[in-house]
């Protein structure tokens, strides 16, 4: 708890367009048309540093306040960090006074990804919004109005504004949520042929990385782990410390039942940066290998995690609701999930409040969820949806469609979760009809352990 509750102020790159300042760039220059997701991690920390020597010469600078302000959302949205966004707040606020709203759209445009960062969606299209009216061409304005359409489940308009996004500022950071929305939409070999064409554009180690891990991941949710590991390999080789390439290296390492050095790589992951999703992706890598006590250590890490961003205004009740749900408190769960359905419905909204209802005993309510989550609309293919519907459907005595879903879930992704598979597969071997099981070796027999 004390090392989520001290976390570094210390970013990952995300990718961008452009090119990274090499190594000798003892402090790289940020500018507000540039965006602050192209730098790698040490840069944008020199690159903090040189902004707060020239605000301490030149503290006027209305665009160096904005430019800082957005270099600290970045650090707290990939380091873990939230204490970073009352101070991205401050800076913004500083640049507003000292150029007005109708001139500055590079502060309007980063408060606009701080909301975002913060879950406040819909602040965020306020903010976007007020932004292109000043600049219709900003970059960073266009991308956080596609990233609020896509998490307040607004996808035909996510797809538009994307669509706009790339025909204003085409570049990798809008192909790559490009992508992201053909996957919400059904559409993977779309995806996958974007994703294929922007690393071919990627010039700098950042995009490459950032790319080749966007692959990764989409191969990994498709079920081809083995390809997963490629793109992942390709990441690490153009950044060797690209948390986000060596996370899912750990999901594909899982996948294929080699737990050693799945844990290796997500422990070296929660070293860096322990953020929610990792901390609870080594849990389970814990309890799968037989070390409770471990697993429990890292759901508490999630749990202090939760309070301490809370406390910087960020909204963690997605977050709260699928570890309580599984692992904590079912009724906290369900509460959680209430609150984050009534401000965003998208998918994902959708599967954690039908997974909370369930926990709770409130089946037939859940399978509503549970079908939102998964329906043809916007089309969006998740192994753990489907598995999470299956559930619901077996608790509910629908062994036909249990089957169906579990099934799915398996074929789509069999290494979607290691204890998730497991719960399927013997679901599927209890009942009447055939049960295949995960194409996986279990960890404990697997021979990538050595």
């Excluded at 913004?92 to 007005?100: G, I, T, V, Y």
């Excluded at 692992?327 to 997974?355: C, F, M, N």
Aim: hydrophobic share 40%.
């Amino acid at each position: 708890m004390a090392a989520a509750l001290g976390l570094t102020a210390v970013s990952v790159a995300s990718g961008a367009v452009g090119d990274t300042p090499g190594p000798d760039r003892s402090a790289p220059s940020l500018a507000p048309d540039v965006p602050v997701e192209r730098l790698a991690a040490g840069d944008l920390a020199r690159g903090i540093d040189t902004l707060h020597r020239h605000l301490k010469a030149q503290p006027r600078d209305a665009t160096a306040w904005a430019t800082l302000g957005a270099a600290y959302v970045e650090q707290a949205r990939t380091s873990g960090d939230p204490t970073r966004y009352p101070q991205a707040d401050k800076a913004f606020a500083r640049s507003l006074e000292l150029r007005p709203a109708r001139e500055n759209d590079a502060a309007l445009a980063g408060r606009a990804a701080l909301a975002a960062a913060r879950h406040d969606f819909g602040g965020a299209l306020r903010e976007v919004d007020r932004a292109l009216r000043v600049n219709p061409y900003s970059e960073r304005a266009l991308c956080s109005r596609v990233d609020a359409l896509v998490e307040l489940g607004r996808y035909d308009e996510a797809l538009r504004a994307v669509e706009l996004a790339d025909r204003r500022r085409p570049g990798i950071p809008v192909f790559t949520r490009y992508a992201y929305v053909l996957e919400l939409h059904g559409d993977v070999k779309g995806a996958r042929l974007l994703l294929l064409r922007a690393l071919d554009s990627a010039f700098s180690p950042a995009d490459t990385a950032y790319v080749a891990t966007s692959l990764g991941q989409l191969a990994w949710s498709q079920g081809d782990s083995r390809q997963a590991l490629r793109h992942f390999a390709t990441a690490l080789r153009a950044d060797p410390e690209y948390v986000p390439a060596l996370e899912g290296r750990g999901h594909a390492h899982a996948a294929l039942g080699e737990t050693k050095r799945a844990v290796s790589d997500l422990e070296a992951a929660v070293r860096s940066y322990p953020l929610p999703g990792r901390l609870a992706a080594l849990a389970e890598l814990y309890e799968a290998d037989g070390q409770p006590g471990r697993a429990e250590e890292q759901y508490a890490l999630i749990r202090t995690w939760n309070r301490l961003a809370r406390a910087n205004g960020v909204a963690t009740d997605l977050e709260s609701a699928l570890v309580e749900a599984d692992h904590g408190d079912p009724a906290e769960a369900l509460k959680s999930a209430r609150a984050e359905w009534a401000r965003r419905q998208s998918v994902h909204t959708a599967d954690a409040l039908a997974w909370a209802l369930h926990a709770n005993g409130k089946d037939r309510e859940a399978l509503t969820y549970a079908e939102k989550a998964t329906a043809g609309s916007p089309g969006y293919r998740n192994a753990s949806f489907l598995f999470h519907r299956g559930m619901i459907e077996r608790a509910l005595g629908d062994d036909k469609a249990a089957h169906r879903d579990l099934r799915a879930a398996l074929a789509l992704n069999p290494g979607f979760s290691l204890s998730g598979a497991r719960e399927a597969a013997s679901a599927l071997a209890s009942s009447s009809s055939p049960a295949p099981r995960p194409s996986s070796p279990s960890p404990s027999s697997s021979k990538g352990d050595s």
